[in-house]
């Protein structure tokens, strides 16, 4: 009966280290993972920038002239004529004629109206307006020669210049390049951080591209949707990236 008890009872006592042993095991196990599912769930949130100045290729022109006129075929002849001179004022600069495109004539009627500024309903005549476009990779000429366009003013002719718009036809090509330097950015400047802590960058948790900013150089300009400027030959574009990081 004496042996009995005392093989249980070291039955006993070997079983307990058993789940003494298997209770420290599992508490470093769970405490690893815990620590390592901890540390994973820490990262790094930065924005990555990228600029580069660029020129313009393609300008696109716009000009517009009107005639009033008491009977619409003399009007139209006298329409004719002002395209003519245009066309022929704007070749002698040496833009070239496929270059320039003459839109359909906008034809208005005109009513008399009476003192209380009411229409009466009679008609009393014609507006004619015609629109011209000019599209020339040459954007320093066409610069130049809206400046000058006023001369034709003085023969007569109600022109309006609207202020040339300028644009970079490669965009697409160069906002794949941006978005690879703004993502070099943005890494470099997570691994600064991340060394100032005393930690590394681990893997990427989540990438987000913001709008593209094309501005006049210089300027300090920023939209929440974007901006093209059109009104500069030489301008600046800018892209943003918001990245996030686990850190190691």
Known sequence: MSE????????LAILGVSLAL?????????GGAF????????????KGYAEKEITS???VWRLSFSISTLDLASGYDKVQKDIQRISSYLESKGIAKNQIEVNSINTMVNYRVNSDGISTGQREGFTL????????????LINKTSKEVTEL?????????????????????????????????????????ANNTGSSVGGLKSAEQGVFQITPLHSTEVS??????LSSIKKSIKAVVTMQYYID
Not at 4 to 11: F, H, T
Not at 155 to 179: A, W
């Open 22 to 30: 298997g209770l420290i095991v599992a508490a470093l196990i769970l």
């Open 153 to 193: 003013i003085r023969e007569g002719i109600e022109l309006q210049s609207m202020p040339p718009e300028y644009y970079f036809t490669k965009l697409n090509d160069m906002k794949v390049q941006m978005i690879g330097e703004a993502s070099k950015d943005a890494k470099k400047r997570a691994e600064q951080l």
């Open 57 to 59: 290729d393609l300008a």
């Open 129 to 140: 307006e015609q629109t011209i476009v000019i599209t020339s990779k040459n954007v320093e």
């Open 35 to 46: 620590k390592s599912l901890k540390k994973y769930d820490q990262y790094l949130y930065v």
């Open 224 to 229: 929440d949707f974007g901006s093209y400027d």
């Open 4 to 11: 009995n008890n005392s093989s249980s009872r070291s039955g």
